[in-house]
């Protein structure tokens, strides 16, 4: 069983920046693959960044704009987000176990970490 604690959403201005953190509890992180989703009131959950031993990839969406990263000591994966706009208004939910841009391919779950861009 894996638990994730979400931290570090908030309220920030268009072109802001925010960090998410996602700690896990389980002594398998290291080799997990970790993601992160995004859903906005009234829509499905979409995919935003996921990273494997290796491998790392972003939905067009935020792409060069948001970095996902990994501290293994620390069992914690980080979402950095950069020029933050509107419509990057969403719950941010951390992922581990899985691969792929479909929720279902995930198994474990955060809480969710509110995060609103406005003026």
């Known amino acids: 069983q894996v638990q994730l604690v979400e931290s570090g959403g908030g309220l920030v201005q268009p072109g802001g920046s925010l960090r998410l953190s996602c700690v896990a509890s389980?002594?398998?992180?290291?080799?997990?693959?970790v993601g992160w989703f995004r859903q906005a009131p009234g829509k499905e959950r979409e995919f935003v960044a996921a990273?494997?031993?290796?491998?790392?990839v972003y939905a067009d969406s935020v792409k060069g704009r948001f970095t996902i990263s990994r501290d293994n000591a620390k069992n914690t994966v980080y979402l950095q987000m950069n020029s933050l706009k509107p419509e990057d208004t969403a719950s941010y939910y951390c992922?581990?176990?899985?691969?792929?841009?479909?929720?279902?391919?995930?198994?474990?779950w955060g809480q969710g970490a509110q995060v609103t861009v406005s003026s």
């Open positions: 389980g002594r398998t992180f290291r080799t997990s693959n």
């Open positions: 990273m494997s031993i290796g491998n790392t």
């Open positions: 992922a581990v176990r899985g691969w792929g841009t479909v929720p279902g391919g995930w198994n474990y």
